[in-house]
């Protein structure tokens, strides 16, 4: 089984996005910062019977080149920091994950969502907060470093970063008066630490500020940490908690504010 399609199935944040969407017939739907069109896929897969078209958009073809999609998919790549390059009032659907705390000009990029959704349109936009997870360990420092270190260094591909867009995203959307808006919270809890589960991946990520050398993890805190998670689950008392915020909005006919 492919390591995405594991994580998907495994995952309950799917069915938390699904239960808040509702689709007309014929809907045009569009997934900014689609990645490897995970989530693009699993919506089809949900609602195949309400979407003609599906747009999946991303920075880079990185994540497409072992995609299986088909019609009605289509992948583009697309930089979303600036004005989107899509036509008015075009999508039923827009939705966006992980994306938003990379991105400078985050007003704008609520706009050209409103832009963009037909009146009456849904955006979900789906959000970790990444200074609040959390692995359960022995040292409580370290863990706590490790995490807190990944949420606020910036890689060079971010255009910028907020570790706390999780908490944030309800505000960006809500207070531009164009949208009517509700925020739900879903945890992603795990007591296996093994490939293929998000507190696995989040782990080996982690590693990345050791690789990097960038002077805020050495390479022998990063292994003590993962140490420490072995050894959790070893013991029967490992748990990841990673939280999201599910920020859904209705487009308003017209700003009223």
Sequence with gaps: MHKTQQKMEHSSLNAAIYKLLELPENAAVIDLGCRDAGFLLGFMDVFSDKIKTALGVDITDKGFKNVKYKKPIQLKVMDCSGPLNLPDATYDFVFTKDMLECLSDKELFVKEVYRILKPGGTVICVNCDWDSIVYNGENKELISKAIHAYAVTKQPWMDDLDS?????EFGLFHKTGLFDSEVHVHNVVETEYRDGYFGYDFSRQI???????TGVLTAQEYDDFIDNLKTAHSNGDYIFSKPYYIY???KKSKQTR
């Design 207 to 213: 590693g990345w500020l050791a690789e990097e050398k």
């Design 164 to 168: 706390w867009i999780g908490r944030r």
């Design 248 to 250: 859904k909005g209705i």
